[in-house]
């Protein structure tokens, strides 16, 4: 905020006439005056504290007006925030200010049982009265909202007003948002309801710009906000307003540390993640959601649902795996992880998330899109293990197991096919259709050894159903082995 001009420049008196001699230095000074008002736009405030407690604080405005601050101590200033009523024995103050190179500075410090109050333009000491005083009325009030100083008497003394709101409204008039979360946390050291957290939230968060003061804020009261269930959901809708995923990350893992979120908070955590662009970032949000042991099958099935706007198969990967060790899973959602496998690009991981959801047991409902996932992988050596998975724990009905068949043999080498096919015709209880569909599908296989090992693998099972039409088939198909040694031990195999 620019200050206005007659405060830039106290000695510029606009109604005083201006005679012709003086008219082009007024000019001068109206110019260079109005520069300084543009340039007040780009404002910086530098803090630096050392070891012996003393804080040196740098307020420049354009680079042509500059408050420079040198604090040490605890000091109480008057209500009307215009002069220092009191200071601890080891305060310290000295407020220096320099415009266009002319430079007026003030210095207080203890001396016995009050106040020890200098004033200087340039070098020289001048009379603290009228004109220090003066001075130090019109800067002071500037002063206070744009560092600590008095902060803490200054809460305490609007906050015995007022109220938790009357701090509030001052915090609202402080520009710098590393000056609003030094009074918010102050703020909260009062004797505030936990039926106002919630409000102090939303007000502090919404009024500030920077990530990083919002998460300084909100992860240094974490604990306390986290108690009142308004202030916690008010915690992580905060989130959704922020920019860097990495402060929203921050935000909701410490939030989640200190007990499970509400169904309000988790829904407020998942749209503050699906705005993030980071999978990483993502990841760190959603697993550490799927910790909490009171979600819901639809919250869940909403996380699954956040990984088709990730790049990162790998980030898919840890999400999806640890959503399926959540217990009692339905259809809906191991439909959802399916759906999630198949836009995923590598073989590698596709196998990873298949073989954990083969773990539970996928109802004929799925097992169409179970197998046009599979059929997804390219790989001959990862569709192999999925295929294999699958024979082995699930209870396929004949059409799935006719249509996981033809899915391998479109993709498979013959050694593949013929380890597929093995272990097909080693599963128990074949039925006769699924004895048939073995058969066809041994056709694929062009080495004379691999189709001989397929067929003597499944010879006990075509010899326990008994079945002419079977053994028909079995012979039907060794017919194509080119081998006679390998004709003979497949046909030895039935008899």
């Known amino acids: 905020m620019a200050l206005p001009l007659a405060r830039v420049y106290p000695d510029l008196i606009f109604a005083r006439p201006i005679d012709k001699k003086n008219l082009m230095k007024a000019v001068v000074t109206v110019f260079f005056a109005f520069v300084s008002l543009i340039m007040a736009s780009g404002q910086n405030l530098s803090i630096s504290s050392s070891r012996e407690g003393n804080q040196r604080i740098t307020y420049n405005r354009g680079g042509m007006s500059s408050f420079n601050v040198e604090t040490r101590g605890k000091m109480e200033i008057t209500d009307d925030d215009k002069d220092i009523k009191s200071m601890s024995p080891d305060g310290y103050l000295e407020i220096n200010k320099t415009v266009f190179g002319s430079k007026r500075t003030i210095v207080i410090s203890p001396q016995g049982n009050g106040l020890k109050k200098e004033y200087y333009e340039g070098r020289t000491l001048m009379p603290f009265e009228p004109d220090g005083r003066k001075w130090l009325g019109e800067i002071l009030p ?58 102090i939230v939303n007000s502090v968060t919404g009024g500030m ?59 407020s955590a998942l749209l503050a993640t699906s705005n993030m662009s980071s999978d990483h970032y993502k990841t760190e949000v959603l697993t550490s959601l799927l910790r909490q042991n009171n979600l819901t099958e639809n919250v869940v099935s909403e996380m699954i649902g956040v990984t088709k706007s990730m790049d990162s198969d790998h980030y898919k990967t840890v999400i999806l795996t640890r959503a399926l060790s959540k217990q009692g899973l339905s259809s809906t959602s191991f439909q959802k992880i399916l759906e999630a496998v198949k836009e995923m690009d590598s073989d590698h991981y596709k196998t990873e998330v298949m073989t954990h959801l083969l773990e539970n047991n996928v109802g004929p409902d799925l097992q169409t899109i179970l197998i046009a996932a599979t059929s ?56 006769k259709q699924n004895i048939q569909t073995i058969l066809n599908a041994v056709g694929s296989i062009d080495s004379d050894h691999y189709m001989t090992e397929v067929l003597v693998d499944l010879a006990p099972s075509l010899r326990a159903l008994n079945d002419q039409s079977l053994k028909d088939a079995y012979r039907a198909a060794a017919k194509k082995i080119g081998s006679e040694t390998y004709y003979g031990r497949a046909l030895r195999a039935i008899d």
């Open 142 to 199: 500037e002063i206070v909202r744009s560092t600590h100083i008095a902060a803490e008497s200054r809460v305490k003394r609007f906050f015995n007003k007022g109220g938790s709101g009357a701090v509030l409204d001052e915090i609202k008039l402080i520009e710098s948002d590393y000056v609003k979360v030094h009074y918010a946390n102050l703020l909260l050291e009062q004797n505030v309801q936990a039926s106002e957290l919630s409000t």
């Open 376 to 431: 997804s992988i390219d790989s001959d050596h990862y569709i192999s293990v999925v295929g294999k998975k699958i024979l082995k724990n699930q209870n396929l009905t004949d059409e799935a197991f006719q249509n996981l068949l033809q899915v391998m043999a479109s993709n498979q080498s013959d050694y593949y096919m013929s380890e597929f096919l093995k272990t097909a015709a080693d599963r128990p209880g074949l039925s």
């Open 209 to 267: 710009d920077s990530d990083h003061y919002i998460t300084e804020f909100l992860t240094k009261n974490i604990r306390r906000l986290m108690a009142s269930k308004d202030a916690a959901d008010a915690v992580y809708a905060a989130t959704r307003n922020m920019d860097s995923d990495h402060y929203k990350t921050q935000v909701i893992k410490e939030a989640l540390r200190e007990g499970p979120a509400s169904p309000e908070s988790v829904k």
